[in-house]
């Protein structure tokens, strides 16, 4: 549906946009490694000039089942990542950075995730590979590999920061699928 494929792009470009408002209330960083673009948001465009390269209709999904769960995964991987944001509060940092009198959040759904901002910003990718252009399915591995990357690096950070309580919690947790990894 020609609907779907104009719409999830505009709905990504509200949420990066909205994302990159709210960085401006949470702490400030004692170790930061900023870059004035997140990494996946420098994904999101490559996707779309990648999908624009190949072609309108290369890789373009028309199956109706397809567009249902693809979309479904889409807002559910976004209702994840916004969840998550508001979780987190002013503690929210962009991806591998300390923050200055930080908190260790282990509620809502940090519950169950570690990184449930991760998963669901991939969960929201791999909809939008199933919905509309296949392609994007190669941005979802790129961001995978990205993601996977950034946990590790954030565990450590974490492990770092609270000593006492964080390996007890990445115990109890999975890094990014609930019940999984």
Do not use: C
């Not at 809502?108 to 199933?130: C, S």
């Amino acid at each position: 549906m020609q609907a779907l494929r104009i719409a999830i792009p505009v709905v990504w470009v509200i949420f990066w946009a909205g994302w990159l408002l709210a960085a401006r209330w949470s702490k400030q960083g004692s170790e930061t490694r900023r870059r004035a673009v997140p990494a996946g948001l420098r994904i999101a465009v490559l996707a779309a000039i990648v999908v624009r390269l190949a072609g309108s209709h290369t890789g373009t999904v028309h199956a109706l089942a397809l567009e249902i769960v693809g979309t479904v995964l889409f807002v559910a991987g976004l209702a994840l990542a916004v969840w998550a944001r508001i979780t987190l509060g002013r503690n929210w940092g962009m991806p591998m950075t300390l923050k200055q009198e930080p908190e260790l959040v282990t509620s809502g759904p940090y519950r169950y995730i570690r990184h449930p901002i991760y998963t669901g910003i991939l969960l929201a990718m791999l909809g939008t590979g199933i919905a509309t252009y296949v392609l994007a399915l190669i941005v979802f591995a790129v961001m995978g590999v990205y993601f996977v990357y950034s946990a590790r690096v954030e565990d450590r950070l974490m492990a770092t920061s609270f000593p006492s309580t964080y390996p007890e919690y990445r115990e109890r947790t999975k890094m990014l699928i609930p019940f999984v990894l």
